[in-house]
Nanobody, 123 residues
Framework: QVQLVESGGGLVQAGDSLRLSCAAS????????IGWFRQVPGKEREFVSG????????FYSDSVKGRFTISRDNAKNTVYLQMDSLKPEDTAVYYC????????????????WGQGTQVTVSS
């Protein structure tokens, strides 16, 4: 079992940066791929980024590529999402999720989810 807790959300202006953190419990964290998703009320949850268990592979949606950077520190059981050049359309609740297969691709099944953190970008 893995428990995930997101933090780092907040209210910022367009063009600003935020860094989200996903802290995990459990000794097997380093074997899980971790993905970041976001959801706006009334819309489906959207894949944002993913990182493989060893950090060797990363994935980004087209909408955030070049602006967001995902990384992980397995010694700290934490995955980060650095978000730069934020836009109002990035406003959403951001969730991290753990994938047992270790690959965190957009279409893989994610086994565990956090509660989410709100990101609001004003224009």
């Amino acid at each position: 079992q893995v428990q995930l807790v997101e933090s780092g959300g907040g209210l910022v202006q367009a063009g600003d940066s935020l860094r989200l953190s996903c802290a995990a419990s459990g000794r097997t964290f380093s074997s899980y791929g971790i993905g970041w998703f976001r959801q706006v009320p009334g819309k489906e949850r959207e894949f944002v980024s993913g990182i493989s268990w060893d950090g060797a592979k990363t994935f980004y949606s087209d909408s955030v590529k070049g602006r967001f950077t995902i990384s992980r520190d397995n010694a700290k059981n934490t995955v980060y999402l650095q978000m730069d050049s934020l836009k109002p359309e990035d406003t959403a609740v951001y969730y991290c999720a753990a994938d047992k297969s270790g690959w965190a691709t957009p279409l893989v099944y994610y086994d565990y989810w956090g509660q989410g953190t709100q990101v609001t970008v004003s224009s």
